[in-house]
T-cell receptor, first 114, second 109 residues
Framework: DAGVIQSPRHEVTEMGQEVTLRCKPI?????LFWYRQTMMRGLELLIY????????DSGMPEDRFSAKMPNASFSTLKIQPSEPRDSAVYFC????????????FGPGTRLTVT | ELKVEQNPLFLSMQEGKNYTIYCNYS?????LYWYRQDPGKSLESLFV?????AVKQEGRLMASLDTKARLSTLHITAAVHDLSATYFC?????????FGTGTSLTVIP
């Protein structure tokens, strides 16, 4: 298996623009997680899905952030409009059966908002 | 909000030495995870600890969990340079995961 795939790997955009991050989980994994990593705040869970259904989005910082999982093999995290404070590395992770199992992280998307 | 504290934050150790990283958390949980992150890279799962007294070992790393003390340890035996990385613990509480601040480990030849 190719592991969790994320695209793009790097994104540079101007403040106010829409940004869409993409993730393909490992086939057969029922859980998908979106994380954000910054120097100031460390690693934060933003949202997670179980069988394509959003279960907990309490970590989503504000309404500018939204996430979808239209099918078992694809998820998006959208920021609209983007702000400089959104600059971070965004990781997607998947897990076969929830919290009792390890999560497999993708390579991350490094987002820079200028 | 659950707090997860790791110490030390930075650790420099010589090859061949032993050391322990500590992870304390502030509320009841019986799921504790350890991850490794190399600079500029993603996270790699090391251990999943699911019950009080759980102990897992892989190579030179051994992790344990004491849910009563709300403490997990990651013990490094006879460190080698390849173990240089940042190590994170994470705790599951309800529907959330909370990560520690990370311990940056440098193993000096």
């Amino acid at each position: 298996d190719a592991g969790v795939i994320q695209s793009p790997r790097h994104e540079v955009t101007e403040m106010g623009q829409e940004v869409t991050l993409r993730c393909k989980p490992i086939s057969g994994h029922d859980y998908l997680f979106w994380y954000r990593q910054t120097m100031m705040r460390g690693l934060e869970l933003l949202i997670y899905f179980n069988n394509n259904v959003p279960i907990d989005d309490s970590g989503m910082p504000e309404d500018r952030f939204s996430a979808k999982m239209p099918n078992a093999s694809f998820s998006t995290l959208k920021i609209q409009p983007s702000e400089p404070r959104d600059s971070a590395v965004y990781f997607c992770a998947s897990s076969p059966q929830g919290f009792s199992y390890e999560q497999y992280f993708g390579p991350g998307t490094r987002l820079t908002v200028t | 909000e659950l707090k997860v504290e790791q110490n030390p934050l930075f650790l420099s150790m010589q090859e061949g030495k032993n050391y322990t990283i500590y992870c304390n958390y502030s509320t009841t949980s019986d799921r504790l995870y350890w991850y490794r992150q190399d600079p500029g890279k993603s996270l790699e799962s090391l251990f999943v600890l699911l019950s009080n007294g759980a102990v897992k070992q892989e190579g030179r790393l051994m992790a344990s969990l004491d849910t009563k003390a709300r403490l997990s340890t990651l013990h490094i035996t006879a460190a080698v340079h390849d173990l240089s990385a940042t190590y994170f613990c994470a705790v599951n509480s309800g529907n959330q995961f909370y990560f520690g601040t990370g311990t940056s480990l440098t193993v000096i030849p």
